[in-house]
């Protein structure tokens, strides 16, 4: 039902991609699916379903398949949550992710007019993060090591950090978000990913920089994790 081709083209937007998961359940959904031997296809709905509410943020209860019901009666149960898509469970995320836009955007504003906090790159160093950006979706995109699902994912990834990349910014997440993610690849692939190891090396350096001037730390004070990093590769 939502295997891994599905999971790869999700959209961005969380609203379009839980209308997406109605849509694929309700091609599924028959009264052939009520015999024994497929009631686990409700249950992997059940749990895709649980797993990306929880991954966007959504607090309400879920109901979950009990042991002590038939299995008719999960079944229904699980119908009926997952039509509750366009109802309550649409209605409680709208306002969840309404109200976190609404703050996101203040902040950005507020950075953007100087009344907030905000790290701000020099336009030499907004060049050369575009630069590396670039040519890290250039090695991403043509490596053959890099796992499908994984490639999408942090071509994704970059995609985002470059369309939120301003002179002022409330925020560093999308960076360090980055920078966990190619962790990951980079353990996998040891030197083969050394090119790729090398763009994000540039990246957080002037990261770490901004972040250094705008925290006021004392001038060209080292990142302790960059440096731990790199002394243990000599």
Same mark, same amino acid.
């Given at each position: 039902?939502?295997?891994?081709?599905?999971?790869?083209?999700?959209?961005?937007?969380?609203?379009?991609?839980?209308?997406?998961?109605?849509?694929?359940?309700?091609?599924?959904?028959?009264?052939? !699916?009520?015999?024994?031997?497929?009631? $686990?296809?409700? @249950?992997?709905?059940?749990?895709? &379903?649980? *797993?990306? =509410?929880? +991954?966007?943020?959504?607090?309400?209860?879920?109901?979950?398949?009990?042991?002590?019901?038939?299995?008719?009666?999960?079944?229904?149960?699980?119908?009926?949550?997952?039509?509750?898509?366009?109802?309550?469970?649409?209605?409680?995320?709208?306002?969840?992710?309404?109200?976190?836009?609404?703050?996101?955007?203040?902040?950005?504003?507020?950075?953007?007019?100087?009344?907030?906090?905000?790290?701000?790159?020099?336009?030499?160093?907004?060049?050369?993060?575009?630069?590396?950006?670039?040519?890290?979706?250039?090695?991403?995109?043509?490596?053959? !090591?890099?796992?499908?699902?994984?490639? $999408?994912?942090? @071509?994704?990834?970059?995609?985002? &950090?470059? *369309?939120? =990349?301003? +002179?002022?910014?409330?925020?560093?997440?999308?960076?360090?978000?980055?920078?966990?993610?190619?962790?990951?690849?980079?353990?996998?692939?040891?030197?083969?990913?050394?090119?790729?190891?090398?763009?994000?090396?540039?990246?957080?350096?002037?990261?770490?920089?901004?972040?250094?001037?705008?925290?006021?730390?004392?001038?060209?004070?080292?990142?302790?994790?960059?440096?731990?990093?790199?002394?243990?590769?000599?």
């Amino acid at each position: 039902m939502f295997d891994d081709d599905f999971i790869e083209n999700l959209p961005d937007d969380n609203w379009e991609t839980l209308k997406l998961i109605k849509q694929r359940f309700k091609r599924v959904d028959n009264k052939t !699916l009520n015999r024994e031997e497929n009631f $686990q296809v409700y @249950l992997a709905a059940h749990a895709f &379903l649980r *797993s990306y =509410l929880q +991954k966007i943020g959504f607090k309400g209860k879920i109901q979950e398949p009990s042991s002590k019901n038939s299995n008719f009666a999960n079944i229904k149960m699980m119908r009926e949550l997952f039509d509750s898509l366009d109802g309550k469970i649409f209605r409680d995320y709208e306002l969840k992710s309404n109200e976190s836009f609404y703050i996101d955007a203040q902040e950005k504003f507020a950075a953007k007019l100087g009344a907030g906090f905000s790290y701000e790159f020099s336009e030499g160093d907004l060049t050369k993060i575009q630069k590396s950006i670039n040519e890290l979706r250039d090695l991403i995109s043509g490596s053959e !090591l890099i796992e499908k699902d994984h490639k $999408q994912r942090l @071509l994704k990834r970059l995609e985002r &950090l470059q *369309s939120e =990349l301003h +002179k002022k910014m409330s925020d560093l997440d999308r960076f360090y978000g980055l920078m966990g993610d190619v962790g990951v690849m980079i353990r996998k692939l040891g030197e083969d990913a050394k090119p790729i190891a090398d763009r994000i090396k540039d990246i957080m350096n002037i990261v770490w920089r901004t972040q250094a001037r705008s925290e006021e730390l004392e001038s060209g004070a080292p990142n302790p994790f960059l440096k731990q990093n790199n002394e243990s590769d000599e």
